[in-house]
């Protein structure tokens, strides 16, 4: 068990729905990740939040967004949905934000099915 | 940088047997590589790490080796276990891009018994 915990594990929509991922970091944990999972493109990285703020930002789509609360909770947005958002969802955490031997810590994931 | 999962490399190995697997990286400028480990369903789990300052580093049952000169990295397990079957991925850090880390494609690795 990492101490990363994600909700919910499964999730079923249909297209053009919006739906909500929400993670929680490792205790001390300051900067959470999301990556989609998808068996075409493997492990992308999506977003990074550190404290807050966005610090890094991969190949996410515009119909997609996140935000890091005070309580340091991450959510994931997904809207407008497609059969090709069809994935696993991961979000890590770790310690810091800055540039560094900054280990990741993976949750379980949520892995989403758009019919 | 971006791995394409289209199909995995399977690696199989007899249990007691020691495990090498490779992967090559694209960027010259990554200073932090990490080998992470995933079994079905869950999510990945980190093995071990290096920096780009160092070429081996080893841990329990785990090597991990690496090459700048062709950017290549390989994880090597001693004595390989049943309960090490999973897909194993190479991910590398360059510092100019923050702390993302680009994922490698993955290997399968079989234990038969």
């Known amino acids: 068990d990492s101490g990363v915990t994600q909700t919910p594990k499964h999730l079923i929509t249909a297209t053009g729905q919006r739906v909500t991922l929400r993670c929680s970091p490792r205790?001390?944990?300051?900067?959470v990740y999301w990556y989609q999972q998808s068996l075409d493109q493997g492990l992308q990285f999506l977003i990074q939040y550190y404290n807050g703020e966005e610090r890094a930002k991969g190949n996410i789509l515009e119909r997609f967004s996140a935000q890091q609360f005070p309580d340091l909770h991450s959510e994931l947005n997904l809207s407008s949905l497609e059969l090709g958002d069809s994935a696993l969802y991961f979000c890590a955490s770790s310690v810091g934000g800055r540039p560094g031997t900054d280990t990741q810590y993976f949750g379980p994931g949520t892995r989403l099915t758009v019919l | 940088g971006e791995s394409v999962g289209l199909h995995l490399p399977t690696l199989s190995v007899q249990e007691g047997d020691n495990s090498i697997i490779n992967c090559a990286y694209s960027?010259?400028?990554?200073?932090?590589f990490i080998w992470y480990k995933q079994e079905s369903g869950k999510g990945p789990q980190f093995i071990i790490d290096?920096?780009?300052?160092?070429d081996k580093r080893q841990g329990q049952r785990v090597t991990v080796l690496l090459n700048k000169t062709v950017k290549h990295l390989s994880l090597q397990i001693a004595a390989t276990q049943p309960g090490d079957s999973a897909v194993y991925f190479c991910a590398e850090r360059w510092r100019g891009g923050g702390n993302k880390l680009t994922f490698g494609t993955g290997t399968q690795l079989k234990v038969e018994l």
């Open positions: 205790s001390g944990d300051l900067s």
């Open positions: 960027n010259s400028a990554s200073d932090y």
């Open positions: 290096i920096r780009s300052n160092m």
